[in-house]
């Protein structure tokens, strides 16, 4: 399974950036996919989840109405659309699959490269 993520970038506070994790490598039709993130200094954190049958979603407070994560199944990819945006998500970016909703880092069972976003004040 190999999970690529993309779209990250330097944005103001109040903006918007769209990540997209494109996976590939095996049917991810029972999985769960993720994203989580880390910021230097602190441990990687959940921020949102999707079943990839039926698109139940998933999501940590601290981004509720401002994020929204989507899939594409005929790309195979996840998105995850970030609004108004705060100094505060600034972190590196990345995305998860697992075959269960144990939205921890230990939890997942791959893991693809993290995309950088900064939002500046």
């Known amino acids: 399974v190999q999970l690529q993520a993309s779209g990250g970038g330097l944005v103001q506070a109040g903006g918007s950036l769209r990540l997209s994790c494109a996976a590939s490598?095996?049917?991810?039709?029972?999985?769960?996919m993720g994203w989580f993130r880390q910021a230097p200094g602190k441990e990687r954190e959940f921020v949102a989840g999707?079943?990839?049958?039926?698109?139940?979603?998933y999501y940590v407070d601290f981004v509720k109405g401002r994020f929204t994560i989507s899939g594409d199944n005929a790309k195979n990819t996840v998105y995850l659309q970030m609004n108004s945006l705060k100094p505060e998500d600034t972190a590196v970016y990345y995305c998860?699959?697992?075959?269960?909703?144990?939205?921890?880092?230990?939890?997942?069972?791959?893991w693809g490269k993290g995309t950088q976003v900064t939002v500046s004040s």
């Open positions: 490598g095996r049917t991810f039709s029972t999985y769960y």
């Open positions: 999707i079943r990839w049958s039926g698109g139940r979603t």
């Open positions: 998860a699959a697992g075959v269960a909703p144990n939205w921890s880092a230990g939890g997942m069972n791959y």
